[in-house]
């Protein structure tokens, strides 16, 4: 089994990083069109002015019976495959090589599906919490060089913005 954790680093918002982004999504997508999966941006790169991990996120939902024929389509396309990586409901891929990326694959329109773009959106309709979360991040990858103990530092942080989303989602329906 392929370690987990690996050195991190936080960088400044880079405008490159949507464009990068966009690509990543049209490729995955074009390798699975058979698997009618949904294919999006996540993570910080995808919230515009967030500081961040210089690695592209994206998700890719699909039927649940399909996650594991998508998940070798993804290896095709050079990245490793780190099983659920704890968190359960999703596969986790990684690529290091230029541009680095990860890809979570997962049911399309489960829980963990809409919580990713939930929090997505809500960071970038709130540029005061992208600021906050954005604090977090810098202080917890000063704090930890790794990726398992800077997640760990920011969890607090990204659960208390989560929450915040879905009480603005319940009040607006």
Avoid at 29 to 34: D, I, P
Avoid at 64 to 82: K, M, T
């Amino acid at each position: 089994m392929v370690d987990l954790d690996e050195p991190i680093h936080v960088v400044a918002y880079d405008p490159a990083w949507a464009e990068t982004g966009h690509a990543l999504v049209r490729d995955i997508s074009r390798q699975l069109v058979w698997a009618s999966a949904d294919v999006e941006h996540i993570g910080s790169t995808s919230v515009p002015g967030l500081d961040a991990k210089p690695v592209i996120d994206v998700q890719v939902g699909c039927a649940s019976a399909h996650i594991p024929a998508v998940v070798e389509d993804i290896q095709r396309l050079g990245f490793e495959h780190l099983g659920p990586a704890g968190v359960p409901g999703r596969e986790y891929l990684r690529r290091r090589s230029e541009p680095p990326a990860n890809v979570h694959v997962m049911e399309r329109d489960g829980q963990l599906w809409k919580d990713n773009i939930l929090f997505r959106n809500f960071l970038i309709s709130r540029p005061d919490l992208a600021r906050r979360y954005a604090r977090t991040k810098r202080e917890a990858a000063d704090q930890a060089s790794t990726l398992l103990a800077y997640s760990a530092l920011k969890a607090r942080t990204i659960t208390e913005i989560m929450a915040a989303a879905r009480q603005a989602g319940r009040s607006e329906t």
